[in-house]
């Protein structure tokens, strides 16, 4: 577990300038929806990004504009959410979405699965724009 301060750091990064998301994209040859879970963090410093990384993993990736984005994959976004989690404040409401969709994938992928990770997929992009 990282310490108070890189927790506290990294809670305060992602109220000001992370998104937790799930996207979603249709199963090629498929009528279901595939989902992902993420969490990103933007921000126009690459070296304060590389920081983050050092300390929670993730990838870096800069865009034409010249923003970078710190992505995290789904294992990663829940052991980070989860560490930051006392410390947030602006996206808390989405963090405990997200850590309800991780749990779909805890079980076997049903039919109910599915519907449910529908709607917090939906519950998620309604959190976002409560922030807008």
């Not at 990282?2 to 109220?15: C, H, K, L, Q, T």
């Not at 991780?102 to 922030?131: G, P």
Request: net charge positive; glycine share 6%; charged share 25%.
């Amino acid at each position: 577990m990282n310490s108070i301060e890189d927790r506290a750091y990294m809670a305060g990064m992602i109220d000001g300038e992370g998104c937790i998301a799930v996207t979603r994209r249709m199963v090629p040859k498929g009528k279901n929806w595939s989902y992902r879970a993420t969490l990103i963090i933007a921000n126009k410093h690459r070296g304060m990004l590389e920081h983050l990384q050092r300390v929670w993993s993730g990838r870096i990736h800069t865009n034409k504009a010249g923003c970078h984005n710190l992505h995290f994959a789904a294992k990663d976004t829940e052991r980070v959410l989860t560490e930051c989690f006392p410390y947030l404040i602006v996206k808390r409401k989405q963090a405990l979405i997200m850590f309800d969709f991780l749990a779909t994938f805890e079980r076997t992928a049903s039919v109910d699965t599915f519907m449910k990770r529908s709607e917090l997929y939906e519950q998620l992009k309604a959190a976002h724009r409560d922030y807008s």
